[in-house]
C-alpha cells in the first residue's frame, strides 16, 4: 500500500501536470481532429512518473523551479507519444491503453501517427519557450532530451525490441534494450532535475546511478506484471508477452529469479541515495512505488 506522504504528492503533481499538458495543446491553432487526438492520449490518464521524478529531485535538494512543470510537459508529451506509436498494428499492434482504445482505434492510423509526430515536436518547442532559465541551462535540457529520446536513446531501444522479436536474447542484450527503450528518458527526468536543481557533477553522476536502477527495476517489474496481472490491472492487454515469446526478465531468469532481480536494482538505487546529502526522501519513496505497482 502506498504511504500517505507519496500519495499526497502524487495526486499534488499529477493535478498540476495534467492542467500542464492540456493548456499546452489549447494554445494550438490546429485542426480539430489532430487536437483532440493529442488530447485524448494525454488525457488517457499515467502515472506521469517522469515529470514527478523532476520535481522528486528538486524536493530532495530542497530547490524549485518555475520551469520544472514546462520540463515535466515536454517528457510526458515524448512519453505519450511513443505510446501512440508503440500501440499501432507494425509495432505491439495493441488495442487498449490505459484501459481505453488506443489511440488508433479511436482515431485511425494515420491521426495517431500525426498525434504523436505532434506531440514529440511540440515537447521541444515546450522547453525552447521556457523563461525562467539561463540559455545554457536550457540549451543543455533540449540536448539532454534530443539523446534520451531519440536514436541514442528510447528509438534505438525500440529498434532493439523490434529486432530482438522471437529471438532468445541473453540477459545483458535485454538489459541494453531497456536501458534504453524505458531508462533513457527516466534518466531524463531526474538528470532533468539536477540541472535545474544546480548541484554539482558529482552529485549528479550519482543521481545518473539511481536512474539506471530504477530503469531496470520499472521494466522488470512491467515484465512481472504482463505474467500475474489482469488486463482490469494493467489497463490493457495481459499475457502479450508470453504469446508472442517476447524475451523477458521472467522467461529469462524464471518468475522467482526475476523478482530477486527487480530487488537487486532497488537495493542498488537506494544505495546511490545514501551517497547523497538529500533534505527529503521522495526519490526513495518512488524507488518503493516503482517496485511495488500493480499496474
Known sequence: MMDQK???????????????????????????????????????GGKRIRPMLIQSVLNDFGKSHADALKVG???????????????????????????????????????????????LTYSFGVLARMDNIEAELKLELISLLSET???????????????????????QELEQIHLHKTGELLRFSIEAGAILAEISQEERLILREYAVHIGLAFQIQDDILDI??????LGKTAGKDVISEKST?????????????LQQHHDKALEALGRLSLQDDMLRRFADYIVNRAN
Open 228 to 233: 500475474t496481472g489482469t488486463m482490469e490491472q
Open 73 to 119: 510537459a515536454a517528457v510526458e508529451m515524448i512519453h505519450t507519444y511513443s505510446l501512440i506509436h508503440d500501440d499501432l498494428p507494425s509495432m505491439d499492434d495493441d488495442d487498449f491503453r490505459r484501459g481505453k482504445p488506443t489511440n488508433h482505434k479511436v482515431y485511425g492510423e494515420a491521426v495517431a501517427i500525426l498525434a504523436g509526430d505532434a506531440l
Open 249 to 261: 526478465y521472467p522467461s529469462l531468469l524464471t518468475l522467482t529469479g526475476a523478482q530477486e532481480k
Open 6 to 44: 507519496l500519495h499526497n504528492f502524487i495526486e499534488n503533481q499529477q493535478k498540476l501536470i495534467d492542467e500542464e499538458l492540456i493548456a499546452g495543446i489549447k494554445e494550438l491553432k490546429i485542426p480539430t481532429n489532430l487536437s483532440e487526438s493529442m488530447k485524448y492520449s494525454l488525457e488517457a
Open 149 to 171: 529520446a531519440g536514436a541514442e536513446g528510447m528509438v534505438g531501444g525500440q529498434i532493439m525490441d523490434l529486432e530482438g522479436e522471437s529471438k532468445q536474447l541473453s540477459l
